[in-house]
């Protein structure tokens, strides 16, 4: 009788261990697609971020009215950084970059100075800079302002068309993790369909039966997405030591609400799996629970 106590406990702990390895697998892709979803939007804004606006200077506007103008742009709202490039130093960069000198043989420096705008990424689009550009011109000490347009539309559009892949992927794997996670606790409960029966013909109430198995379905939520947070965090640690610039990609915001979605997606789903599987023995009579 020990013997027999023991090989079914032995049993049930291995259930519990194949079932949290099993749906800890499924998270892992869950989070996977979660912690994608939210870098993407923290890559547009990055690309977008970094995508240039040029503006060149009048060559009789001194170093002082520079630097006056650049903390002017500071003040609005589609300013992000800007560097100043005098034209000492854009001679010096070209020459480095050609190998020499340009000045040598025009007999003066051919280059002007320039403002290198970086803007916000909610202003990176076609419509936005229409209206900055002609704002920009309108200053008397603005020469010209040069922006690639063309670039700033197939990056707005390839990332658009990438977070929508992303949404698309999300919601069938959402959809096929449920499915099977929700498969492996109906195995787990089908091992002891004939204790629920029991259980109803002592007088069991349904909620007094189903307590048991929503405890271990939350308890094997739990656990499996504690497994998966470990495994994806190593994932991302070995990413960032090896890609430290990442980091202004992959944000602690990211880390966080992506651990956070693979907890509640663990819980819920395995809840929810229990309380369906359980209700469907609980539903079938004496004869129905052979016939399976």
């Not at 023991?6 to 702990?13: D, K, L, V």
């Not at 998270?27 to 939007?41: A, H, P």
């Not at 539309?153 to 658009?160: G, L, T």
């Not at 656990?223 to 990442?246: M, N, S």
């Amino acid at each position: 009788m020990k013997r027999r106590k023991r090989n079914a406990g032995s049993r049930r702990g291995m259930q519990m261990v194949t079932l949290c390895i099993s749906t800890a697998m499924v998270l892992v892709l869950l989070g996977l697609i979660v912690f994608s979803v939210l870098t993407s939007r923290n890559l547009s804004a990055w690309v977008k971020e970094n995508l240039t606006v040029t503006l060149m200077l009048k060559d009789e506007v001194s170093v002082n009215e520079a630097k006056l103008l650049c903390r002017d742009l500071y003040h609005r709202p589609y300013a992000r950084n800007i560097d100043y490039i005098s034209r000492e130093q854009a001679l010096k960069e070209q020459t480095e970059a050609m190998g020499s000198d340009p000045s040598e043989f025009l007999g003066t420096n051919p280059f002007s100075a320039t403002l290198e705008l970086q803007m916000k990424s909610d202003y990176a689009n076609r419509d936005s800079l229409k209206w900055i550009a002609a704002e920009l011109k309108r200053n008397p000490k603005v020469a010209d302002v040069a922006y690639q347009v063309d670039l700033m539309d197939r990056v707005n559009s390839n990332i658009a068309k990438i977070n929508i892949l992303l949404l698309i992927i999300a919601a069938l794997l959402t959809f096929v993790s449920f499915s099977l996670i929700s498969n492996t606790v109906r195995l787990s409960v089908y091992s002891r369909r004939f204790l629920i029966h029991t259980m109803k013909l002592v007088g069991a109430s349904w909620g007094f039966i189903r307590r048991p198995f929503m405890r271990q379905g939350l308890l094997v939520g739990i656990l499996a997405a504690i497994l998966a947070i470990c495994v994806l965090g190593g994932c991302i640690y070995g990413l960032l030591y090896y890609e430290p610039k990442l980091m202004s990609i992959i944000t602690w915001e990211v880390l966080v609400i992506t651990g956070v979605a693979v907890l509640l997606f663990g819980i819920i789903i395995t809840s929810i799996s229990s309380y369906i599987s359980v209700n469907k023995f609980l539903h079938m009579s004496p004869g129905e629970l052979y016939k399976i």
